[in-house]
């Protein structure tokens, strides 16, 4: 009874029963090879300091996207902050993510606005405000389509969307946008240069947390840069306040955009379920149950991002590496992180200094990261060991590619559909349609074997392996039978 009441004394010391999150051990040390799990936390000193080192994580591609559209960088800032806190909320505290700002959504964002970090002209408001529907009808697709998942299962998206699909959806984004970052690099190339040398060197010169910072130290190493040849305009972060709200922007809509947003929806899915998956892999736990929140948590903060002058949010690899390298799993540590970023969202001087960084450095970052997207959508297809002496997959990939990157545009009445959008749809259809024919017509080489003779290893009669009749060729009548 003694140790009845111990144990339990002892489990009430180490939970919090505030927040529900169990004290892992002592809550100061992990032992080799421990994991922190999502339920788990170390101290809240320990925490904050996590929570920290994920908001310097996802800060160097967040901070980008509003620099890159024109959309501001408190404001943008503040929604992934609010995001992250509402992800952990519809989660239930145990999918540990940072939902930091999506670059599945620079083109079509581009593309409505019109909006050029190298001409010197603010963002036009109602173009903004047009953007910021097209978000919001990707994170109101996003959030039903994590309903639909959650009730029906996650196998039907996998079905409609095979990682050959998959692969070449998240490759065209980003091949796409490679036109954008050359217009920065040409403003300013050699400050560009020096921005893309240091994310490189810093990449393979650093390991652990330094490593993984390398596109924020290339930044910050190309703003010194800039800042030393006088590329650099200060005069608004003397005018801004220290404290006080972000900017906020009501949105407007207009369907004819609608296809240029929509096919982001498929990248959007790629990244969060490929997201549960790594947390599954590394915590050794089987979280496919937590897809269907996943994607409608990400859809709700898209939705309300947009609703008020943010740009549309996912969950960040930069993060996913944070934990590999910890082992640290703790979502108490992202609650943290939310609360670190929306205070620094209500630091308008800070937000100002963000929006000084110049064209050079920002076509150096966007050289790096455009083709990081670009890699991403192999990397699905390698390790998804995707077969391209398929025809099937080679002929899905290669049409896709090249309508995003030679941006194909089709203009349908009142409505305009450009590389993204048609490169998405190619890659989706072409896929479906040459299957489904493939399988029709006996043609499809997944369903094909050798056309020699099936050989079993089983020697019944000493003279060597036999031949195998036991098995039907894939439903193929063997010559010389009935």
């Known amino acids: ?120 002209e603010d963002l036009d408001s109602h173009a903004m405000a047009l953007a ?59 400050t560009a240069v020096i921005t893309i040398v240091t994310i490189l060197l810093t990449t393979v010169l650093f390991r652990g947390m330094l490593g993984r910072l ?10 010194g840069a800039a800042w030393v040849q006088g590329q650099i305009d200060f005069s ?35 990244e969060n379920i490929g997201h549960v998956k790594s947390v599954s892999a590394m915590t050794g736990r089987d979280l496919d149950k937590l897809t269907g929140r996943t994607l409608f948590a990400d859809g709700f903060s898209t939705m309300l991002a947009g609703s008020g002058g943010g740009s549309g949010t996912t969950t960040y690899a930069e993060n996913i590496g944070v934990m590999a390298a910890t082992r ?35 076509g150096g970052a966007a050289t790096v990261l455009y083709g990081m997207i670009g890699m991403l959508g192999v990397r699905i297809w390698v390790e998804n060991k995707v077969d391209f002496s398929n025809p099937i997959n080679l002929n899905t990939a290669a049409v896709a590619l090249i309508v995003a990157i030679a941006n194909f545009t089709w203009t349908p009445g009142n409505l305009q559909f450009e590389g993204i959008a048609l490169g998405s749809a190619s890659a989706i259809i072409i896929y479906q349609v040459m299957r489904g024919i493939a399988k029709w017509r006996g043609t499809d080489q997944d369903d094909i074997v050798s056309p020699g003779p099936d050989v079993d290893s089983t020697d019944r009669d000493g003279t060597g392996p036999d031949i195998d009749t036991d098995h039907e060729l894939e439903g193929r009548t063997p010559p010389g039978s009935p």
């Open 132 to 190: 910021q529907g097209g978000i919001i009808s990707v994170g109101v697709t996003l959030a039903l389509v994590g309903i639909v998942v959650h009730f029906a299962g996650v196998r039907w998206i996998e079905v409609t969307m095979p990682p050959v699909v998959t692969g070449a959806i998240v490759a065209l984004i980003g091949l796409n946008l490679a036109p954008a970052a050359w217009d920065w690099v040409k403003e300013a190339p050699l």
């Open 328 to 362: 640290i799993f703790s979502t108490a540590a992202y609650l943290c992180a939310g609360i670190i970023a929306l205070i620094l969202s209500l630091l308008p001087k800070f937000g100002e200094i963000i929006a000084t960084i110049p064209p050079g450095v920002l």
């Open 214 to 223: 390398s596109i924020l130290i290339g930044v910050l190493v190309g703003y």
């Open 1 to 120: 009874m003694v140790e009845s009441r111990k144990s339990m004394s002892a489990e009430n010391d180490s939970t919090d029963g505030r927040k529900g999150w169990k004290l892992h051990g002592d809550g100061k040390t992990i032992r080799p090879g421990e994991t922190v799990l999502p339920e788990e936390r170390l101290s809240w000193p320990r925490t904050v300091g996590i929570g920290a080192q994920h908001v310097v994580a996802m800060f160097g591609a967040t901070f980008l996207v509003p620099l890159l559209t024109g959309f501001p960088p408190s404001t943008t800032l503040f929604f992934t902050a609010i995001g992250t806190l509402l992800f952990l909320l519809i989660t239930k505290g145990m999918m540990p993510s940072y939902l930091g700002s999506s670059f599945g959504l620079l083109a079509p964002i581009g593309a409505v606005t019109g909006f050029a970090a190298t001409s010197g």
């Open 236 to 270: 608004t972060v003397g005018q801004a306040g220290w404290v006080g709200l972000p900017e906020f922007h009501t949105p407007a809509f207009d369907l004819g955009y609608l296809g240029l947003f929509l096919p982001v929806v498929f990248v959007l899915i790629a």
